[in-house]
């Protein structure tokens, strides 16, 4: 396994500004979403059954989850952040909803009210969100620590009991945050494994300390309890965990860990607890999304990388991504912030990125963009089980039919 072995003391520091472009910011009968047979069905789909005030970027899901013990893609779960200034702070909340058709429709399940988040310093931006085995009780990650989303029935009220985590230490932190001596340390990432009964939860926000916990579930399986059961320490990095994923998601009792940081990804072999370098990642390279379909894919700034091998991936470098599509600008630098891959058809990707979303039918070597979106950002895209894609960003959430024979993903052609 071509992986490198690192201390803390080895590693260079380095310094990375993370760009957070993002502003602060019922029951529907379940219609399962047809493949496109006809130009008409081509039409983008936006989603308006998101909970909440549906104004400014409360219809832009955040983060998407799937319960680790089901194998359907249709069955998915979004975090969504009604934070606008036109709602009245009071009002102002995080919602956990289902969708059982791949995101055409969806049921609120959580109410999050302002108690347990504080909008003011970046709420809405980076919310992890886990989902423990059947769906009854969820993990969020907010500016104020982890949190035990406990469903209720009849009510869109949840049970919510705090995971204890690290705070902000007397000492003053390597740099300024806005926070005090004894606050809550941002939680961050957040996975649970297959079966429910260990949680991975990384802490930390711009403070050059990130950390890393491991919880067992002392509970039961439908009310899970977590308890604290050791710090993973040694991650070679000073910069903040921005995203995790198993090496093999549906197996309970995981080998590996990735890790993906301000700066690189690592792998942390649990049984051994030893850190390694994932190689092939440039210099500086946030991993804000990866998928291991086939192998590990990673979205990153400024770049998307492909497998090449266990524990080694190479950043894409052919493409001329369409950037600006007012000038045709285009090339390889696309800040992406998530990737998929079709289970179904390894060839094909799809990535949400800064400057739109882009799929790629040829394994990721080549990319093309999906232009009848709004020019916006997209922060999130998944495949359901017919090859459509569930896209969302600032300016809403799509259903789009980019791989189907009826509709193709297609470039504007432009007079020069």
Known sequence: MALTHLSRSALLRRSFLLIAALPIISWSRPVLSQPATSLDDCALRR????????????????????????????????????????????????????????????????????????ASIGEGIRNGLAVSPGATSFVLTTQRGAFQVILQPNTYQPLIRNIPGPSVPISPPKIPIAKKPGDAVRANAALITADGNHLFLGYGYFDLDPKLFLYRNSGTPSEPTWTEQAELTGLPTD???????????????????????????????????????????????????????????????????????????????????????????????VRAYSIDVDPANLNREVISALTGVYTSTDRGETWRRLNDLPDEEFRTARFTSNGDVLVSGIAGTYLVHPFSETCSPRLIPRDK
């Open 239 to 333: 910069l903040d965990i921005l995203s995790m994923q198993f090496d093999d998601p549906a197996n309970p009792d995981p080998t590996f860990l990735y890790v993906g940081t301000g700066d690189q990804v690592y792998l942390l072999q649990l049984h051994a607890h030893r850190w390694s370098l994932v190689e092939g990642v440039g210099p500086d390279s946030a991993i804000h999304g990866m998928s291991v379909t086939g192998g590990l894919h990673l979205a990153a700034c400024w770049g998307v990388y492909n497998p090449t091998g266990p524990g080694t991936v190479r950043r894409v470098l052919n493409p001329s991504f369409l950037i600006h599509r007012s000038s045709d600008e285009a090339g390889n630098n």
């Open 47 to 118: 989603i308006t059954t998101l909970p909440g005030s549906h104004k400014f970027a409360s219809d832009y899901i955040e983060t998407l989850a799937t319960d680790p013990s089901v194998d359907d893609p249709n069955t998915l779960f979004a975090l969504t952040a009604d934070l606008s200034n036109d709602v009245p702070p009071p009002n102002r909340a995080l919602y956990i909803s289902r969708s059982t058709d791949g995101g055409a429709n969806w049921s609120e399940l959580a109410r999050i009210d302002p108690r347990y988040f504080d």
